[in-house]
């Protein structure tokens, strides 16, 4: 079952990763969706994380597999301007665990979750 969960980014400029090659490139709440909702159906930026990672000790860490590459093809997430701040919808199947995660890439510690509910 799919949940939907109600982000605010109140500083938008500041919703950056700290990685640059992994943050949010978007500006406008339109943007910041789109980027949030490719990182949901496709595995490309928690790839680039990934290999960003020292590599196990037994150096076979590709054999396990890792539920933060997780994905949903049918994700969604619209974007609205609210005043200053830009709110989020996301809906996905993906675990809670999963979507913050690629929120800490893209936006650092500048995001809220607002509200969590089923679908």
Do not use: C
Not at 93 to 114: D, I, P, Q, T
Request: charged letters at 30%; proline letters at 4%; aromatic letters at 6%.
């Amino acid at each position: 079952m799919a949940t939907r969960y109600f982000i605010r980014l109140p500083d938008p400029a500041a919703a950056r990763g700290s990685d640059t090659d992994l943050a949010f490139t978007a500006s406008g709440a339109d943007a910041f969706a789109e980027q949030l909702q490719v990182a949901l159906r496709v595995d490309a930026l928690y790839r680039r994380w990934k290999a960003k990672q020292p590599a196990d000790a037994d150096g076979d860490d590709d054999d396990r597999e890792d539920p933060l590459a997780a994905t949903d093809p049918a994700a969604t997430v619209s974007g609205e301007q609210n005043d200053l701040a830009i709110d989020l919808v996301v809906t996905t199947v993906l675990a809670g665990s999963v979507l913050k995660h690629r929120l800490r890439l893209l936006a650092g510690s500048h995001w809220e979750l607002r509200d969590v509910r089923g679908t």
